[in-house]
């Protein structure tokens, strides 16, 4: 059901989380607006979310039009697009981490009971963006035989919170590795990566820092088994201290929870290098149907997860692959207009915001339904309808902030249609969050 107080619950609780007063000062401090005059930092920032971020057109001049009609102003062609500089991609970095701040802090989902003792699932991937030529200068393209251009985003989203928890913009060149760095901030958390961090010294240091990860096994490793979790005492001893490789084509059929001993080169100390070993778990399952194992390692104990449920947890990591798909499909991510390194970069920066705000959109929408029923409002089908909605939900901001009265809210409309028709289709996440 929905509450009497909903029909400015989207409308309060945006404002809330990009309050006026903070969207002026942040303007201020970053150099973005330097004199209130016809440019608004607070209609300038909704208009971008919801007219470019969000909406079907994706260029400056249906931008400047939107804002106009907006503010009921006109603008000189000169005066709107000299808005686009660095200050303004600051101001949207600024504006980028506070709300990922509001999304950790007010999460909307929470992990289910087997994984309790965790803090949170964190996925980790990179999608590349096509830039024009002209820029292959600044951020060359990698693996390629004519010049262009491109940009890597990276992108650690958390199961909790719904959302991204950190958005870097790199040179597509940068290898996978250098987009993450490990340190404290991985206790009590769980990590899903894939070949691109395939490093034994980085699951080191995840385990050193008291993290989890799971991570598909590269081909060419052959670490030693040291012990097996699931097997009788004489299997046991004839596969310890053998090499993987060795004993893997006996096995075909079974599923296998090993423990195993790898050797990497630490980081240089002293100006020396020094070898490093630790021990793992892995688990093997087997496909039938392309005839080989599906091998994963990570350091999370069969006492929680069994080498099914590690399976399946990793297969969650293609929740990244949707939210790659929803900011190019829906927030236009790689629908660069310019070669402009500002503009380009300034783009970008306004799809992670429409994803953010579309995230807290989407969790109160799902607070407001009947929990027996709030799996089937999938994201996708979120991302879709609000898309449809944006000129409508620019409009009833608008209205809000003038009037801050009671009004007709488009909460009723979201529950109604962002509601997926399929009601048995399984759905990632399903096992792991609440």
């Known amino acids: 059901m929905i509450t009497k107080t909903s029909g400015t619950i989207i409308e309060k609780n945006l404002a809330k989380d990009f309050p006026p007063e903070w969207l002026q000062k942040t303007a201020k401090e970053t150099g973005f607006i330097k004199r209130d005059r016809k440019i608004k930092a607070v209609a300038f920032f909704w208009v971008l979310v919801f007219g470019f971020g969000i909406a079907s057109e994706k260029c400056l001049a249906s931008l400047k039009r939107s804002y106009e009609k907006r503010q009921k102003t006109t603008l000189s062609d000169g005066s709107w697009y000299e808005r686009f500089t660095s200050d303004l991609v600051r101001?949207?970095?600024?504006?980028?981490?506070?709300?990922?701040?509001?999304?950790?802090?007010?999460?909307?989902?929470?992990?289910?009971e087997k994984l309790s003792e965790f803090k949170d699932i964190l996925?980790?991937?990179?999608?590349?963006?096509?830039?024009?030529?002209?820029?292959?200068?600044?951020?060359?393209?990698?693996?390629?035989?004519?010049?262009?251009?491109?940009?890597?985003?990276?992108?650690?989203?958390?199961?909790?919170?719904d959302g991204p928890k950190r958005v870097m913009i790199y040179g597509?060149?940068?290898?996978?590795?250098?987009?993450?760095?490990?340190g404290p901030w991985v206790k009590g958390r769980i990590l899903l990566t894939d070949l691109g961090f395939f490093k034994y010294l980085f699951f080191y240091r995840i385990k050193k820092y008291r993290g989890y990860f799971v991570s598909r096994l590269k081909s060419n490793a052959n670490?030693?088994?040291?012990?097996?979790?699931?097997?009788?005492?004489?299997?046991?001893?004839?596969?310890?201290?053998?090499?993987?490789?060795?004993?893997?084509?006996?096995?075909?059929?079974?599923?296998?929870?090993?423990?195993?001993?790898?050797?990497?080169?630490?980081?240089?100390?002293?100006?020396?290098?020094?070898?490093?070993t630790d021990q793992f778990r892995m688990v093997l399952?087997?496909?039938?149907?392309?005839?080989?194992?599906?091998?994963?390692?990570?350091?999370?104990?069969?006492?929680?997860?069994?080498?099914?449920?590690?399976?399946?947890?990793?297969?969650?990591?293609?929740?990244?692959?949707?939210?790659?798909?929803?900011?190019?499909?829906?927030?236009?991510?790689d629908e660069i207009p310019s070669a402009n390194?500002?503009?380009?970069?300034?783009?970008?920066?306004?799809?992670?915001?429409a994803l953010i705000v579309s995230r807290r959109i989407y969790s109160l929408v799902r607070k407001n339904v009947d929990?027996?029923?709030?799996?089937?409002?999938?994201?996708?089908?979120?991302?879709?309808?609000?898309?449809?909605?944006?000129?409508?939900?620019?409009?009833?901001?608008?209205?809000?902030?003038r009037s801050c009265l009671d009004y007709d809210s488009l909460l009723p409309i979201y529950i109604h249609q962002a509601l997926d028709p399929h009601v048995n289709r399984k759905r990632l996440m399903d096992e792991w969050i609440a």
Not at 91 to 112: D, E, V, W
Not at 125 to 146: G, M, N, V, Y
Not at 342 to 353: M, T
């Open 285 to 333: 399952l087997y496909n039938e149907k392309k005839e080989k194992y599906h091998i994963y390692l990570t350091n999370i104990s069969p006492d929680i997860l069994s080498a099914e449920e590690i399976a399946a947890l990793y297969s969650a990591r293609w929740t990244i692959e949707l939210v790659f798909n929803e900011l190019k499909n829906k927030y236009a991510l």
């Open 123 to 161: 996925i980790k991937d990179s999608t590349i963006i096509r830039l024009p030529e002209k820029l292959a200068e600044k951020w060359p393209a990698a693996r390629t035989k004519k010049v262009a251009a491109g940009v890597k985003v990276s992108l650690l989203v958390s199961a909790v919170a």
């Open 223 to 276: 670490p030693v088994i040291v012990d097996i979790h699931t097997a009788s005492e004489e299997q046991n001893v004839s596969l310890k201290g053998e090499r993987l490789k060795k004993v893997l084509p006996h096995f075909q059929g079974d599923i296998l929870d090993l423990e195993v001993e790898v050797s990497f080169k630490k980081r240089i100390y002293n100006g020396k290098r020094r070898m490093g």
């Open 91 to 112: 101001f949207l970095k600024r504006c980028i981490f506070h709300g990922i701040q509001n999304l950790n802090q007010n999460p909307s989902r929470a992990l289910k």
């Open 371 to 401: 929990t027996k029923q709030v799996v089937r409002y999938t994201q996708l089908r979120w991302s879709k309808i609000l898309s449809e909605h944006a000129e409508a939900q620019l409009v009833a901001l608008f209205k809000y902030y």
């Open 341 to 353: 390194p500002d503009v380009v970069q300034a783009f970008i920066w306004v799809a992670i915001l």
């Open 172 to 182: 597509e060149r940068t290898s996978e590795i250098r987009t993450l760095r490990i």
